[in-house]
């Protein structure tokens, strides 16, 4: 499937910033879909934000209007401005796409993740 390369993480106090970025390469199909999600110490895997080759844009509920997701379509490369960071973000983050043979087929991919740290 497609490599996903992952940097930007790191430590950070409450309240300051980090930029993500994400590098899609050597996708075999279409990539349709690009975006983060996130495991929270103890918790499940959830979504943080996605952009479609389309320009549709999706939050979860807990980064609205502090978390900023865009897109380089040319480079397939997927970017995650966090603001107004807080400690209960502190995570490990995974890039995520997904892919289309054009008919039925759907492929899944995370990276292998980055860890945002924000001290209290």
């Known amino acids: 499937q497609v490599h996903l390369a992952e940097s930007g993480g790191g430590l950070v106090e409450t309240g300051g910033s980090l930029r993500l970025s994400c590098a899609a390469s050597?996708?075999?199909?279409?990539?349709?879909?690009l975006g983060w999600d996130r495991q929270l110490p103890g918790k499940q895997r959830e979504l943080v934000a996605s952009v479609t080759d389309g320009d549709t844009i999706n939050y979860g509920d807990s980064v609205k209007g502090r978390f900023t997701i865009s897109r380089d379509t040319a480079k397939n490369t997927v970017y995650l401005q966090m603001n107004n960071l807080k400690p209960e973000d502190t995570g490990v983050y995974y890039c995520?796409?997904?892919?289309?043979?054009?008919?039925?087929?759907?492929?899944?991919?995370w990276g292998q993740g980055t860890q945002v740290t924000v001290s209290s």
């Open positions: 050597g996708s075999t199909f279409e990539i349709y879909s």
């Open positions: 995520h796409a997904l892919e289309t043979d054009g008919g039925s087929g759907i492929y899944e991919t």
